[in-house]
């Protein structure tokens, strides 16, 4: 069985060097960027930079281990109930990219629209600043869950490995935009996700909130109605601000807001929305001042 995945995986060996090399690069212009800023004095604090480094430590191990087994396990899972079969060609890893585009799209939507999905993005929004090192700023928790989203596409007849990488490329792509260093890039705002395109995403400003859950493809928002150009200048973070530099603080906190909630909840039904509800949902008696805890 490992002999079968390792030439599965031995496959797409190209697309994974390219990934790798693609990520050393990404680091390169990090250790750039954050170099530019501390000789022109651009960041106030270097406190933001070191906690998204600290987090993604250990966002990194996890996915590297314990979560990449995850994934592993529920695609090759659903490949066993798969209605057909696409056979693995470039054609079809073209057709695997624009899959994983949209099943990120609606991935990352819901981890907008239900809370206990928003618990762990949150981690991603939760830094008053936007730099490249806010990419890295990733939960501990998210590997977890966001297989299931390409469960669809295996069931359809997409290879498990073909998947995984087609989704690698899509997040490894959205690395590059988390900057303030590129404007805006025209034609191209519209097309696909832009650091303008994405900045607008990581706004907590009324008109940008929940918007533009692209992934490479922004097409989708475009299609969905969820669509934005930046317009005014971006208030980064979520509305209700975290005001903690800890990791653990930053991961967990929304975890044990939920808890706190549901404990406090009086029916089923509250519960349960506090739970799968939008985030920020209140009872109706305290309506007047729900706040959406979201960017």
Do not use: C
């Not at 200048?233 to 005001?243: A, C, D, Q, S």
């Not at 909630?261 to 739970?275: E, G, T």
Request: aromatic share 14%.
């Amino acid at each position: 069985m490992f002999e079968t995945i390792e030439e599965r995986f031995a496959a797409f060996s190209s697309e994974l060097n390219l990934l790798e090399i693609v990520g050393v690069i990404f680091l390169l212009l990090t250790a750039a960027e954050t170099i530019w800023d501390l000789i022109s004095k651009r960041r106030k604090s270097y406190k933001e930079t070191l906690t998204n480094v600290s987090i993604a430590v250990v966002a990194n191990l996890l996915d590297r281990t314990l979560y990449g087994l995850i994934f592993l396990v529920g695609l090759f899972a659903a490949e066993q109930f798969a209605v057909a079969t696409i056979p693995v060609t470039g054609w079809s890893f073209v057709l695997a990219l624009i899959a994983a585009d949209l099943s990120y799209y609606w991935m990352h939507r819901l981890e907008h629209e239900i809370r206990f999905f928003w618990a762990h993005h949150v981690v991603h929004h939760s830094s008053p600043e936007y730099n490249l090192t806010t990419a890295l700023r990733l939960s501990w928790t998210e590997s977890l869950f966001e297989w299931i989203f390409l469960v669809p596409m295996v069931l359809i007849g997409f290879d498990a490995v073909q998947t995984l990488v087609a989704f690698l490329a899509i997040v490894t792509y959205q690395t590059w935009i988390h900057t303030e260093k590129v404007g805006k890039l025209g034609w191209l705002d519209g097309i696909f996700n832009t650091p303008s395109v994405h900045r607008v995403h990581h706004g907590s400003n009324d008109v940008y909130i929940d918007k533009n859950y692209g992934g490479v493809l922004i097409i989708w928002d475009r299609l969905f109605g969820t669509y934005q150009t930046e317009q005014e200048p971006v208030t980064y973070g979520i509305i209700k601000p975290l005001n903690s530099a800890n990791p653990f603080t930053i991961v967990f906190h929304e975890y044990w807001q939920i808890i706190k909630d549901v404990m406090a909840a009086k029916s089923i039904s509250d519960k349960l929305k506090f739970i799968v509800g939008k985030p920020g949902w209140l009872p109706s008696a305290d309506a007047t001042k729900q706040t959406k805890s979201t960017e």
